[in-house]
């Protein structure tokens, strides 16, 4: 049970914008390694080909505003790889990624004290792997931004101002959470308060703070 306690009346803040990878979930480099390492590469080998192979740049920046399908990146991808199998890659790739509970139990008791509490998330495909029904987060929030049904993915400026549209506030009534620093000076453009996460658990003490919000238990 969630015990919260709001001065939501008397905070500048009404809405709570969350990021999905490395804010609501945990584990997600160790998890990484693990299977790649479990398949004989490099433990690296996933992060690095994502991030620094301009062919897998490409495609990965394709996936996030559905101009490529999952299931084309995971073939893709594959062979970049040197992996034989690209069945469902990226959700065996995410399998032992684990749900933040702390960030869980935040973002429900911001919910329950009247904010209006919104995912923002570049996408990395819905189909076969729906790493938001995986994780069991999208009944946490009142309106889900995904960049593959946007079209347009973070740090564009674009997809911060829909997010609010949605929500049906300003920028200065919200906060938003992402691990990336890239993605935060968009978002204060706009007056939005942000958050960079480097730890689910701790960003979560700071954002209970900020929104005038005690979480008794966070499980």
């Known amino acids: 049970m969630h015990q919260t306690t709001t001065g939501a009346n008397s905070m500048p803040y009404k809405g709570l914008i969350l990021d999905f990878a490395g804010v609501l979930t945990e584990g997600v480099y160790q998890a990484h390694e693990a299977w790649c390492a479990a398949h004989g590469l490099d433990p690296q080998a996933w992060r690095a ?38 069945d469902n890659l990226m959700g065996r790739v995410w399998a032992d990624v684990r749900p933040s509970t702390g960030m869980i139990a935040l973002a429900k008791a911001a919910r329950s004290a009247g904010y209006v509490v919104a995912m ?24 889900m931004v ?9 740090p564009n400026p674009v997809i911060y101002q829909r997010t609010l549209d949605l929500m049906g506030l300003s920028g200065a009534e919200c906060v938003f959470a992402d691990d990336h620093l890239a993605n935060l000076p968009p978002a204060e453009s706009l007056g939005i308060r942000t958050v960079h ?14 929104l005038g919000l005690s979480v008794s238990c966070l499980a």
């Not at 990965?60 to 040197?82: D, H, I, K, P, W």
């Not at 994780?135 to 946490?140: P, Q």
């Not at 996460?197 to 900020?210: E, F, H, N, Q, R």
Request: proline share 5%.
């Open 49 to 86: 080909t994502l991030n620094t192979h301009p062919e897998a740049r490409a495609h990965y920046r394709a996936l996030e505003v559905g101009e490529m399908s999952q299931v084309e990146f995971n073939r893709r991808t594959a062979l970049l790889l040197g992996v034989a199998d690209d």
């Open 120 to 143: 923002l998330s570049n996408s990395f495909g819905l189909s076969p792997y729906d790493p938001y029904t995986h994780m069991r987060v999208r009944d946490l929030f009142d309106v």
């Open 197 to 210: 996460v480097t730890s689910p658990d701790a960003a979560a003490i700071t954002l209970k703070g900020l």
């Open 146 to 154: 995904i960049s593959e049904l946007e079209g347009v993915a973070k």
